[in-house]
């Protein structure tokens, strides 16, 4: 028997997301989704697999929640592109994409409140390389949370690297307009190669974050645990900015897939495709 309730009575995670959102319900059945776990506020954590391949990368959008809402709408168009175009994930790549890392700061809109989380903490504040109890976004302080991870959403993601073990990962957000790789104490993989390939095939530059100090940044804890990962900021606050972006997960594959076949003759068509992902205005 299936008991009635009303429908203000609802828990949240039965309210209906906006339009950014993906839909709970598969809308692509033929494509793995799954949830890496649940925010504060019970809503799934989802994330997309395409390809099985050795290397793996990971995209991730929405950490700061409505505030940044064209991230999630950038992921959302990558998740669609990489389902119509199969053949754009390339040879040798698992690729992750979790659209809504903050699914609760997505629902509370454009503002301070939508980029944090229900507890209103800053989930890239949160990691736990280098956190600090006092944390700022510009001039203005925002909570770190009680302690590193303290967080539901961080503990999901910090899981669920751990799982898959990336060999590579980006985080999307707006609007600052560059590549920050992630860098901790001495460790700083991937400043060598990854930042220019980037900067190449998405015409963001290359920039040290200097504007502020920031604290317990989630790309700077795969830094400390020796994997590549940059932060993306997007030019505008409101515009996904797909065309870069795909050129950049693009040119990222190429990194690894061209890779994959080493021992091997390097595949021509690969190489000439792989070739093209340079970013031009
Ligand atoms: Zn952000």
């Known amino acids: 028997m299936i008991a009635e309730t009303p429908a203000e009575t609802l828990p949240s995670t039965s309210l209906p997301f906006p339009t950014l959102i993906l839909p709970t319900a598969t809308p692509y059945p033929d494509i793995p989704q799954f949830s890496i776990g649940t925010s504060w506020e019970e809503r799934d954590i989802w994330a997309w697999q395409f390809g099985d391949g050795f290397y793996t990368l990971v995209l991730v959008g929405g950490i700061h929640g409505g505030a940044e809402a064209n991230t999630v709408r950038l992921s959302e168009l990558l998740v669609s592109h990489f389902r119509e175009n199969p053949n754009d994930v390339l040879p040798g790549i698992r690729l992750f994409i979790i659209p809504v890392a903050n699914p609760?700061?997505?629902?509370?809109?454009?503002?301070?409140?939508?980029?944090?989380?229900?507890?209103?903490?800053?989930?890239?504040?949160?990691?736990?390389?280098?956190?600090?109890d006092t944390a700022y976004v510009r001039d203005t302080p925002v909570s770190p949370g009680p302690r590193p991870f303290s967080e539901l959403e961080t503990m999901a993601l910090r899981t669920f690297f751990l799982s898959v073990s990336p060999d590579a990962v980006l985080f999307y957000h707006s609007a600052a307009g560059g590549i920050f790789m992630g860098e901790c104490g001495d460790m700083a993989p991937g400043v060598d190669w990854m930042g220019p390939l980037l900067e190449d095939a998405t015409g963001y530059p290359v920039r040290k974050f200097t504007a502020y100090?920031?604290?317990?940044?989630?790309?700077?804890?795969?830094?400390?645990?020796?994997?590549?990962?940059?932060?993306?900021?997007?030019?505008?606050?409101?515009?996904?900015?797909?065309?870069?972006?795909?050129?950049?997960?693009?040119?990222?594959?190429?990194?690894?897939?061209?890779?994959?076949?080493?021992?091997?003759?390097?595949?021509?068509?690969?190489?000439?495709?792989?070739?093209?992902?340079?970013?031009?205005?």
């Open 104 to 132: 609760d700061g997505l629902v509370r809109g454009r503002s301070l409140s939508g980029r944090l989380n229900a507890h209103e903490v800053d989930l890239n504040r949160n990691w736990g390389c280098e956190w600090s």
């Open 213 to 281: 100090e920031v604290s317990g940044d989630a790309t700077n804890w795969l830094a400390e645990r020796n994997v590549p990962a940059a932060v993306v900021e997007l030019y505008s606050a409101e515009q996904p900015e797909f065309e870069h972006n795909l050129n950049g997960v693009m040119a990222l594959q190429c990194h690894f897939a061209l890779d994959s076949i080493t021992g091997a003759q390097p595949d021509p068509v690969l190489q000439q495709r792989c070739d093209s992902y340079m970013w031009r205005d």
